[in-house]
Nanobody, 125 residues
């Protein structure tokens, strides 16, 4: 079992930056692949970025070149650096962790076993 807590959300103007953090407690965090997902009002949950146990990263097309996912296993944390934010990035952002050995990383929320409560990101135009 692992518990996840997100922080770092807030209100920012278009073009600004935010850094989200996902802090994990419980078992050895390095055993998990981790993803960030977001959900805007009235929309389905959307994959944003994922990082494997070996720090291989993958992003959805709309955030490539603007967002960077990273992890610090010593601190049991994963981060999402978000630059050049747009109003379309407004959503609740959640981190998720998965421990399935056959999965390297995943864009599918069904492949994740543990979820944080989410943090609101609002980008004003």
């Amino acid at each position: 079992q692992v518990q996840l807590v997100e922080s770092g959300g807030g209100l920012v103007q278009a073009g600004g930056s935010l850094r989200l953090s996902c802090a994990a407690s419980g078992r050895t965090f390095s055993n998990y692949y981790v993803g960030w997902f977001r959900q805007a009002p009235g929309k389905e949950r959307e994959f944003v970025a994922t990082i494997s146990r070996s720090e291989h990263q993958y992003y959805t097309d709309s955030v490539k070149g603007r967002f960077t996912i990273s992890r610090d296993n010593a601190r049991n944390s994963v981060y999402l650096q978000m630059n050049s934010l747009k109003p379309d990035d407004t959503a609740v952002y959640s981190c998720a962790a998965g421990i399935r050995l056959q999965i390297f990383y995943s864009t599918n929320h069904r492949d994740y076993d543990f979820w944080g409560q989410g943090t609101q990101v609002t980008v004003s135009s």
